[in-house]
């Protein structure tokens, strides 16, 4: 039994008349007389009278009747409630980020996505890398703002900036005299850095630097976020490398040195699910490609 041969019985039941039911239905008659003769077989029992000059309900038709209004009435809001969860899944834009998006992404590409989709309602999730790519994958948001490039065979991955680290170090640390810090003069002394669980990509960019450079760093503390990081080095806990974009976030007894070697760079990417069918991720991107070059799959 499917739910067409529902539909058919309860059109020749409001009708009472199979010619009628046929034009109501966009069928012939021959073709819904042998629906309906089938149902009653599949039931077991005789679900109408028909006569030459009439069509009439059994008792048994009427309750089926009943009962089959009430299925259809469930099914058509059944389908009625999922189209209106996959409607609001389009109108809802879910966006992990790491800090420097705040303030190198989101003012550029925002404000014209909030002024050019009224109805998209946007929910910003502030993440690590390893946390945003497993949501990514599970469908838990729809971009991923990270350090790493995320491309797979699910996911669409594109390069959106790179910017070089800063060092950054108290006012009155010994090596603030320099103009340019010979890189020699960081073997041995204090370090603050990203830690490895909240930061990998930055953790694993400064101790490559020092590898390279043949300089120990003396890591006395990680810190789980660029606020804490930050704060460390005004209270004279240390040094660090941070990402440029945290120069205006500096404090007034930190400064910023350049080093005699030029340092590192972080990049920064988007990433979505290939299979996405959202207007809504597709509008950010079309959006954040307006405002920045974008180099899918950039390594």
Known sequence: MELRHLRY????????NFTKAALRLYTAQPSLSQQIKDLED???????????????????????LEQA?????????????????????????????????????????????????????????????????????????????????????????????????????????PLAKYDRIPVKELDGIDF????????????????DFAKYHQINLNIVQTADNILFNINSIGMNLGCTFLPGYIAPLTMNNTVIRPLDVELPSIDLFASYRKSTNSEGVKKFMDLLSSVFYLDINRN
């Open 42 to 64: 599949e039931i077991g029992v005789p679900l109408l009278y028909r006569t030459k000059r009439k069509v009439e309900l059994t008792e048994e038709g009427q309750v089926f």
């Open 69 to 173: 209004r009430l299925t259809i009435a469930q099914a058509d809001k059944a389908v009625a409630m999922t189209r209106q969860i996959a409607k609001s899944k389009q109108q809802l834009l879910r966006i992990g980020f790491v800090p420097v998006v705040e303030m190198k992404i989101f003012p550029y590409v925002l404000p014209n996505l909030r002024v050019q989709n009224r109805d998209l309602k946007i929910e910003l999730l502030s993440l690590n890398n390893s946390d945003q790519s497993k949501m990514l994958k599970k469908g838990e948001i729809d971009i991923a703002f990270t350090r790493q490039n995320l491309f797979s065979d699910e996911i669409e991955s594109q390069f959106v900036l790179r910017e070089p680290l800063i060092f950054l170090l108290p006012k009155d640390h």
């Open 9 to 16: 019985f309860i059109a020749v039941a409001e009708e009472l």
């Open 192 to 207: 603050i850095i990203p830690s490895e669980q909240q930061s990998q990509t930055l953790n694993k960019i400064i101790l």
